[in-house]
């Protein structure tokens, strides 16, 4: 079984047998520090999951956002606006529940993706958070994104970029939620390949490093004319850290912050990826292992699914072609830099953090690495255990910038 | 096993198989909605815990209280107040779970208990909330409490009452928290029997209804001059029906909320508690029975010594005793309730909920009760796995009371 986890996320035993779902089951979890399903909505799921199979997983959790909904829409036509937005948000994390094991080209995933969108647009009407829907114009389509109305007046724009298992919704959750309570602008976009993207067309590559281009663009158009911070999770972390390489100089962007950076991608699939996905170069061939190792667990072979589709028509397998130059070249990097990494994580994704701040701070000396150990919680791949110490630890580096 | 745990009081599995640590792993990640220790620092802990016996969950937490205490010094250096708070409140919660199994009578015990007044002073001073500390006097003693600073400009004052496992640090996560940031003075007193009280020599009975109006008082003396809300939890349940039985007409009562109302004490505890508690009306044959209970297992043991201590000289076994007259005269109730149930409670919790609402809806209309389903995850006794959807039902109820 060790070699068919994706990527060495966390070192802790939640709730599943399988790791796939136990790693979905802490990421819940961790969303419960800020609103979301509570601990009972989600352990009441857990329990009647008995088989760990995603038709079991999708099935419970459906249950979970028509729960959800209902509460929502009794609440609303009891003008309660406060407890209506409550039932929205754990509506949004059931959805987000299911898609983690819903194959996302069939019909019933896009019902699902437009619920949870319905259900975060609502609960932040309802609580009358300054914060709406936008389609960046991009390509022959959009980024879907959200973004502060009061950009115009907004002294710094917090920018909230996710990995290959985010959609915009759950950047409310990686920084989004906490931003806005501090006072920050906020841009949540989707990316190519990210979120419901890869509907239009979108996938991962050097599409969505173009994109964030083009998002900071679009900001600009809307009358912001602040300060940039970005912060890049997961994936996240080499997309901002290739636009940062590739922006250079970018003196509009004032501060930087990656749970983790990466700078060598390819290394980080050949080292830190299971075998099935690294010994050999035919595609074709890896394709087929895939298909191999996703027969054995089909907990797994739904998260593949998830990734194929984000990936386009090669697939995961042809990653690294699909970006021009996956490597970034460190010596272009010149923005202050906050790398976060989790002591569980894997080692490459440690060394990778490392030599990034390394870099970085002989340049720009404000420049900070922070590694959370299991004792805090914020031990695992995007700190997702502890979210509220990651963002703390942000929001008071920032401020330390004057930012 | 089924005769084994105290009291129904819910239908989740969460990671133990020992059903009293279970509850407690629950309750600890309920608090994790409002601070306290994040998923990610619990389940290190528990994962820690391999063999389930009260030694290593002590050795576990303890571990946990000295890396938050030490954390929190880090960042108090650094000038860093809300981080400081966060590892303060988050060693509340570590501390408050070691003496979950801790027993109260060995100095380690006091030693922890002080560990976790301080944290929690610590916390508060470091957010600076209007919140302080405060020794009522009560028979030779006193009953340790928090209480708003601004009490004389307050215009209503919500009054956490706890149960039989609740120390006055509890009562932050049980509404003191919630109330405080919806403007609300705050009173949160350990009542005779409760947190720390044993070690005055006071015990759960007669004194901790008396205790409830000496407290009232006293924030009459200490200025305050609005209208009071009584907010009573588990055995609090209890106690603040017993309280409005005895103060009726109570005008200075605006409002009373229980989860749940209890009127029948006596018949609690012959109906909900396990056979080995009510077999045989001698005393001392129902303590030889819990003795050999907790020999068979020593989690049990552990829990049920902390009764002992919290029962005073007669146990546990003598409670009936204790309370001059257990029953309540629904007759003399006259204040509007809301009263509320978990579905995963004992039946004879929620029929004597229903009861007591029945009784005061037809005299004060505005009276309600609630019952949450499993799927709202408040299911379980207290709500403890989801208290902020009990918290907002209790104060869009008070907000529809004018209060």
Redesign the interface.
């Known amino acids: 079984m060790a070699t068919q986890k994706a990527l060495k996320r966390s070192q ?4 599943f047998a399988d790791e796939t779902l136990d790693f979905a089951a ?1 990421w819940l ?2 969303y ?2 800020q609103g979301g ?8 799921c857990f ?1 009647q999951i008995k088989r760990e199979s995603p038709l079991v997983w999708v099935k419970t959790f459906t ?2 956002l028509h ?1 959800q909904q209902a ?1 929502a829409s009794e609440l609303e036509a009891q003008a ?1 606006p ?2 209506a937005a ?1 039932h929205h948000m754990a509506a949004v994390v059931a959805a987000r529940a299911i898609l983690h094991m819903l194959n996302p080209t069939l019909p019933e995933a896009r019902v699902v993706t437009e619920a949870m969108e319905r259900a975060f647009q609502a609960a932040i009407g309802q609580l009358g958070v300054r914060l709406e829907p936008w389609a960046i114009p991009f390509a022959n389509g959009y980024l879907p994104a959200y973004v502060s109305s009061d950009l115009g007046s907004a002294k710094t724009l917090f920018v909230v970029i996710g990995g290959g298992d985010t959609y915009r919704e759950d950047l409310w959750f990686f920084g989004g939620k906490a931003a806005l309570e501090r006072g920050y602008a906020v841009l949540m976009p989707d990316l190519p390949g990210q979120g419901s993207t890869p509907y239009q067309g979108l996938h991962f590559g050097e599409a969505t490093i173009e994109a964030l281009g083009v998002a900071l663009a679009a900001v600009r158009q809307r009358g912001f004319a602040g300060r940039v911070v970005l912060c890049g999770w997961s994936g996240g972390g080499y997309f901002t850290t290739k636009f940062v390489e590739r922006s250079a100089p970018a003196p509009e962007i004032a501060a930087w912050i990656a749970s983790t950076p990466i700078h060598d991608l390819q290394h980080v699939f050949e080292v830190a990826m299971p075998g099935f996905l690294r010994t050999n170069p035919s595609s074709w061939w890896k394709q087929q292992v895939l298909h191999l190792a996703g027969q054995m667990n089909p907990v797994l072979q739904a998260a593949l699914e998830k990734y194929q589709w984000q990936f386009g028509p090669e697939g995961i397998a042809g990653i690294i072609e699909k970006f021009a130059d996956a490597r970034v070249n460190l010596e272009r990097l010149n923005i202050p830099l906050l790398a976060l990494v989790g002591e569980s994580e894997d080692a490459e994704m440690i060394r990778q953090a490392e030599v990034v701040f390394q870099t970085l701070h002989a340049r720009q000396p404000a420049s900070s690495l922070v590694k959370f150990s ?7 791949h995007c ?4 979210l ?2 990651a963002q ?2 942000i929001f ?1 580096w920032l401020q330390g910038q004057g930012l």
């Open positions: 802790r035993h939640f709730y802490g979890l961790g419960a520090q399903m509570s601990p009972g909505e989600l352990f009441y329990n249950e979970a729960y509460k309660d406060a407890g409550a299991p004792a805090s919680g914020a031990d695992a700190q997702i255990n502890n509220p110490l703390h630890t008071a």
